[in-house]
């Protein structure tokens, strides 16, 4: 089936996905019956599709649930994240998650009040490389992710993406590290028989296929956020990527992800000297971050929206 270009109207009874859907069956010059016919034929989540369903998927009158949506948009090659990437309406869910209501916007940690903050991504030529890989190792406490004369090894760790999110004087108040790497890699680190000195040193350019993310965390749940839609972003934007991995062992995120209903690949146990420590693992398809509203609401927000939204976030703390 051929895909095209959708468009948007202005009536407010007009889901976005009502309008995709009825656009691409029109396009496709199939009745109700025949595009209903197609998607059972083609997955399993529409067994027991009928065509009165269609009909009131296309006029809103109820909209599938995401898991439905993703397969129907992968069908006409398609995904979620470029159809509510253009809906206001979405968008608008998306900006709250960054931008917590005013009377939730006090901050609890010690030394960061909600003030102005920018995002920085540092790379492996940035004069601070090694001392902020380093702290963010040093947080994350995940033994398999040792390194030795990190210094030393810039070129080799060019594939490792940080973004640390600072305030006033430069203070870091969040941070996240990941990588784009091969799925056959990740299982490998997943399993514990690779750690991140191993996977420095293989040259994986052009044989990527997913994103691992290995330390993720922020002062408030604002600045967190912020920080996942960077890696989020960055794994719907290439559209080669079809797998995202955690393995962390910050209780934070994993409590976070576990809310969001994704479910731990592994847990492991390690022992660090006198303590024991739990890694957990995530591993997520790309169809399924899709079908996750709370990671597609993040997967949409560009560095550019990004931006903006910590601009007027700072510049409404500012007018009260």
Not at 18 to 25: A, V
Not at 64 to 88: F, T, W
Not at 187 to 213: C, H, P, Y
Request: charged share 20%; hydrophobic share 35%.
């Amino acid at each position: 089936m051929s895909s095209t270009a959708y468009c948007y109207t202005s009536a407010k009874d007009s889901h976005v996905f009502s309008i995709f859907l009825k656009n691409t069956r029109q396009h496709n010059e199939l009745s109700q019956e025949q595009f209903c016919l197609h998607l059972r034929e083609q997955s399993s989540l529409f067994y027991n599709l009928d065509t009165i369903t269609v009909s009131r998927w296309e006029r809103g009158v109820n909209i599938p649930s995401l898991a439905k949506q993703a397969e129907i948009v992968e069908l006409y090659n398609h995904e979620l994240v470029d159809i509510y990437g253009k809906d206001n309406e979405f968008l608008n869910e998306c900006t709250k998650l960054l931008a917590l209501p005013i009377n939730k916007r006090k901050s609890t940690h010690p030394y960061y009040r909600n003030d102005e903050y920018r995002i920085e991504e540092i790379d492996n030529k940035h004069p601070c490389f090694h001392l902020i890989l380093g702290m963010i190792l040093q947080y994350e406490g995940n033994p398999c992710l040792s390194l030795d004369e990190i210094d030393s090894q810039r070129r080799q760790l060019g594939e490792l993406k940080i973004s640390v999110a600072t305030a006033f004087g430069g203070q870091i108040i969040g941070h996240c590290l990941f990588m784009e790497t091969r799925s056959h890699t990740i299982l490998e680190l997943l399993n514990f028989k690779v750690n991140l000195q191993d996977i420095s040193r293989l040259n994986v350019k052009g044989q990527t296929n997913a994103v691992l993310v290995l330390s993720s965390a922020g002062a408030t749940t604002q600045v967190e956020n912020s920080l996942m839609s960077v890696y989020m972003n960055f794994f719907a934007s290439q559209k080669h990527l079809t797998y995202l991995s955690f393995s962390v062992c910050d209780d934070s995120l994993i409590k976070k992800l576990n809310g969001v209903k994704l479910s731990p690949f592994k847990i492991k146990s390690v022992t660090k000297g006198k303590n024991k420590i739990d890694i957990t693992s995530f591993l997520v398809s790309r169809s399924e971050v899709m079908a996750n509203r709370f990671l597609l609401k993040l997967a949409v927000i560009s560095p550019s929206n990004l931006n903006q939204i910590i601009d007027l976030g700072v510049k409404g703390k500012q007018a009260r």
